[in-house]
């Protein structure tokens, strides 16, 4: 059975930076694609950013520079880092796994990050 | 970026019935779309994709079809547990969602 769980959301000022992991069982994450997807009221369910296999990494038009993919194959392990936090990157980010690009197989449980000061 | 649009926004039904979800795409996605259910709390669960196959454990009363630009959903006979939020995305290019149909019990 695949298992993605989550750890790292929180409270956060404005100009802050946040990690969030997703770590991975039932499920090889450096032989898979791994994505990071999140949630807001108003914008809905937003892709963020994918990495393939080989390790190249892709992001949202409107959020590339401040986000960052990665993975940790001797924990089974991947993560997303956000850098200079807005009020508007609050939302619920959900890590998801598949064995093809640009679908969602399997899904964390989702961790809830609020930027405020 | 490829929008989807979804239709209706809020489908009122009875347990039992029959759901029609519509999903528009904004220029044609091929075969590449898929259909999530979301319920309050929980993240999304695939249960279609590449239009008309269903995920690992669904049950053949969830079926897609379509093509192009214009897909559907559709649940034959509404289980309890069926009720929530569905959402089509689209892989073609970078992944995108539509805004989501509520079935909600009637």
């Known amino acids: 059975e695949v298992q993605l769980a989550e750890s790292g959301g929180g409270l956060i000022h404005p100009g802050g930076s946040l990690s969030l992991s997703c770590a991975a069982s039932g499920f090889t994450v450096r032989s898979n694609y791994i994505n990071w997807v999140r949630q807001t009221p108003g914008k809905g369910l937003e892709w963020i950013s994918i990495?393939?296999?080989?390790?190249?990494?892709y992001y949202a038009a409107s959020l590339r520079g401040r986000f960052t993919i990665s993975r940790d194959q001797s924990q089974n392990t991947f993560y997303l880092h956000i850098n200079s936090l807005r009020t508007d990157d609050t939302a619920v980010y959900y890590c998801?796994?598949?064995?093809?690009?640009?679908?969602?197989?399997?899904w964390g449980q989702g961790v809830l990050v609020t930027v405020s000061s | 970026e490829i929008v989807l649009t979804q239709s209706p926004a809020t489908l009122s039904l009875s347990p039992g019935g029959r759901a029609t979800l519509s999903c528009r795409a904004s220029?044609?996605?091929?075969?590449?779309l898929g259909w999530y259910q979301q319920k309050p709390g929980q993240a999304p669960r695939l249960l279609i994709y590449d239009t008309a196959n269903r995920a690992t454990g669904i049950p053949a009363r969830f079926s897609g079809s379509g093509s192009g630009t214009d897909f559907t959903l559709t649940i034959s006979s509404l289980e309890p547990e069926d009720f929530g939020v569905y959402y089509c995305q689209q892989g073609i290019h970078w992944p995108t969602f539509g805004q989501g149909t509520k079935v909600e019990i009637k």
């Open positions: 220029q044609s996605v091929s075969c590449c």
């Open positions: 998801a796994g598949a064995g093809v690009p640009n679908r969602g197989d399997y």
């Open positions: 990495m393939y296999p080989n390790g190249d990494t």
